[in-house]
């Protein structure tokens, strides 16, 4: 995985996208030395959303199944005012 700098990103921002894209290597972001963000591919990103969804599909089953009341999202975002 590569590491790169904001400062050197901003420099070469479209090499490091097409690196990115075409050739799926993951850019780790730094600035000041710390990791702040990362450049990944779109394959990548829809595999990281889909993961995201399947673990709140599943946090969802565990909480319909806990004992007690359900409530439906109108009745919550009622209760939120939204």
């Keep these: 995985m590569t590491t790169i700098s904001t400062a050197d990103a901003r420099k070469n921002f479209a090499d490091l996208v097409n690196q990115v894209a075409y050739g799926n290597e993951p850019i780790v972001l730094t600035r000041r030395g710390q ?48």
């Design 35 to 82: 990791e702040i963000a990362a450049l990944v591919s779109i394959d990548e990103f829809k595999l990281l959303q889909q993961i995201e969804d399947f673990i709140d599909i599943e946090d969802a089953k565990k909480a319909l199944a806990e004992p007690g009341e359900n409530l439906s999202a109108q009745e919550v975002w009622k209760q939120l005012g939204l």
